[in-house]
């Protein structure tokens, strides 16, 4: 079993940023693919960007790609989310997902383990 706990969410204006932290626990991950998704109110929840945990390799959609970076913390078993000049369009829940596969994958269903989510709210 592995456990997701995402903070750092919150308000913001158009513009600004913010940095999301997803601390992992449980069964070794190294193999797994990490990912954040989103889903705002009303829509289905989509992916954001991903990263394989054993070399750090990287995939993006591409609405965040340049304003999105993923990064891993090892030592720390932390999966970071740097959000840059924010739009209110970005305005969702963003989960941590874990996957048990290590390879890029776009659908929340590809993925095993999840976060219980952290709201961003970014306003005009």
């Known amino acids: 079993q592995v456990q997701l706990v995402e903070s750092g969410g919150g308000l913001v204006q158009a513009g600004d940023s913010l940095r999301l932290s997803c601390v992992v626990s449980?069964?070794?991950?190294?193999?797994?693919?990490m990912a954040w998704l989103r889903q705002a109110p009303g829509k289905e929840r989509e992916f954001v960007v991903g990263?394989?945990?054993?070399?750090?390799?990287?995939f993006y959609a591409d609405s965040v790609k340049g304003r999105c970076t993923i990064s891993r913390d090892n030592a720390k078993n932390t999966v970071y989310l740097q959000m840059n000049s924010l739009k209110p369009e970005d305005t969702a829940v963003y989960y941590c997902?874990?996957?048990?596969?290590?390879?890029?994958?776009?659908?929340?269903?590809?993925?095993?383990?999840w976060g219980q989510g952290t709201q961003v709210t970014v306003s005009s």
């Open positions: 990263i394989k945990w054993s070399d750090g390799s990287t």
């Open positions: 449980g069964r070794t991950f190294s193999r797994y693919t």
């Open positions: 997902a874990a996957g048990r596969f290590s390879g890029s994958a776009w659908s929340s269903q590809d993925y095993d383990y």
